[in-house]
């Protein structure tokens, strides 16, 4: 599964809305792959979360922990190669 398809479908679980931004004044749907390619993000890219709504805590904790993860194993295929 791309990175993106599995972003937006763990942040569409959330009833908050997710915004992610690569620059200032951008804020993009997170929950839209659509949006998200326009981020054009490549690898190595600092991206902000910005979440709200009734439980934005947990939607922030599992997104946080998935692009971490994400960035693990990218760095593990790495080493690798």
Known sequence: ??????????????????????EPGQRLNGKSPLALLGLAAEKGTQLT???????????LDALAEFLANLRTEEEAEERET
């Not at 709200?52 to 805590?57: K, L, M, R, T």
């Open 49 to 59: 979360l910005e979440v709200s709504g009734p439980d934005e805590q947990a939607a």
């Open 1 to 22: 599964m791309r990175p993106i398809t599995a972003f937006v479908e763990m942040a569409s679980r959330f009833q908050s809305q997710v915004l992610v931004s690569k």
